[in-house]
């Protein structure tokens, strides 16, 4: 588990290869400048409090609240979002789960959480196995998994006493009554049309001293690289889903993970870890050829699961376009040798607000009064050094 104070960018940081990641691919630090924000007020946005925002599983809500939506052949959670919820995506998604594992050394968090009683959210929750393997791991932690989808089975049908699965959409008002010690995100890019709206929820709803984690890996992102593959139906495709991305007005693409998004909310103490991993049958040393045929799978099985909403969408694409595209892509891929790809993790903290000592509340109220008994006149002035004995 991550350390509470990890090494700096100097550190050493091991991609999927298990040696250095090259070329600046390592672990970075970055601090902010952004103001406190005040007090967690009410320790809600919200008054409400239906019953709802406790339930231990989204089977307990009404059928009425849950949409099933058949499309193209794929089943989708509303009229909008562009990923589907059946069978063949819980099966990618719990495939991408078992690759980030293998990435962080069998870890769950690169940023740090207590053994003691804590909460935590996991935003964008999906079969639910990060969840499931937190709860397991962290017994005196609560964990609030949610997620705008329900997913017929896998670990979200498990009943641990300390893990809460809930249906609620991030983008919406945040109703939670108590703080929270971490806020997870992974594999949400496009999800959101304003990140930094999240972000400031999460810093909202996070004790003073908690952490947020993001990490992202998506294939429209530019994060897979392969060797000569300039004029290849990849690109195509990866075009294709850009300007579909735009259009929509959920980017995909990583602004989200840049270190300023955070410090705008607030955030301090942001480090980045860019991790370098194989994709396909190509390498030899054992744990690499099980990390890239894994990512490959993983890959082919997203390329329609991420596309076929979101160009059909545009009106520029057929359904039957978009999967022959999809398959000749799927040609280049299965025989492309050297093909890499790049997940971002990005930790940030909610700063402690510094408390005065005795001493310094002491002289600091000893020069009010010193310029009252002066009756110096000029305001300005005495703010200033009345400010300035504050700190």
């Not at 705008?264 to 744990?287: C, K, M, S």
Request: hydrophobic share 35%; aromatic share 8%; charged share 30%.
């Amino acid at each position: 588990m991550a350390e509470e104070n990890p090494q700096p960018a100097e550190h050493e940081l091991r991609g999927g290869s298990g040696q250095s990641v090259e070329d600046g691919e390592e672990e970075e630090e970055y601090g902010s400048d952004s103001p406190l924000e005040s007090d967690y007020d009410s320790v809600s946005e919200s008054e409400e409090s239906d019953g709802e925002h406790s339930i231990k599983s989204t089977r307990l809500l009404s059928k009425d609240t849950i949409q099933e939506i058949i499309e193209n052949g794929r089943r989708y959670c509303n009229e909008t979002y562009f990923m589907p919820n059946d069978d063949a995506e819980q099966t990618r998604l719990n495939i991408i789960h078992q690759i980030y594992l293998i990435l962080l050394d069998g870890e769950l968090l690169k940023a740090p959480l207590v053994k003691g009683p804590s909460r935590v959210l996991d935003i964008g929750t999906g079969p639910g196995d990060w969840a499931i393997e937190l709860g397991e791991q962290y017994p005196n932690a609560e964990i609030i998994a949610t997620d705008i989808s329900v997913f017929d089975a896998g670990p979200s049908t498990l009943d641990l006493p300390n893990v809460f699965f809930q249906l609620d959409d991030a983008e919406d008002e945040w109703t939670y009554h108590e703080p929270f010690d971490l806020v997870h995100l992974r594999g949400l890019s496009g999800a959101f049309s304003d990140w930094g709206a999240i972000y400031r929820r999460a810093f909202h709803h996070l004790k003073p001293g908690g952490h947020i984690e993001i990490a992202d890996a998506d294939v429209a992102a530019d994060i897979i690289n392969i060797p000569n593959s300039r004029d290849s139906y990849f690109s195509i495709w990866v075009s294709a889903m850009h300007s579909a991305a735009e259009a929509c007005g959920y980017p995909r693409n990583q602004d989200h993970l840049r270190p300023a998004a955070l410090t705008a909310a607030g955030f301090v103490n942001v480090r980045v870890y860019d991790l370098t991993f194989p994709v396909g049958i190509w390498p030899e040393e054992p744990r690499e050829k099980t990390l890239g045929k894994m990512a490959l799978i993983a890959l082919l099985e997203g390329l329609e699961a991420t596309s076929l909403r979101q160009l059909t969408a545009t009106g520029n694409w057929s359904a039957d376009a978009v999967r022959d595209l999809c398959e000749k892509v799927k040609t280049e891929l299965v025989t492309a040798h050297g093909m890499t790809a790049r997940v971002r993790i990005v930790t940030a903290k909610k700063p402690i607000p510094k408390t005065r000592t005795w001493r310094e509340r002491n002289a600091a109220d000893a020069l009010k009064d010193a310029l009252k008994r002066l009756d110096i006149h000029d305001e300005q002035l005495a703010k200033d050094m009345v400010r300035d004995m504050e700190g």
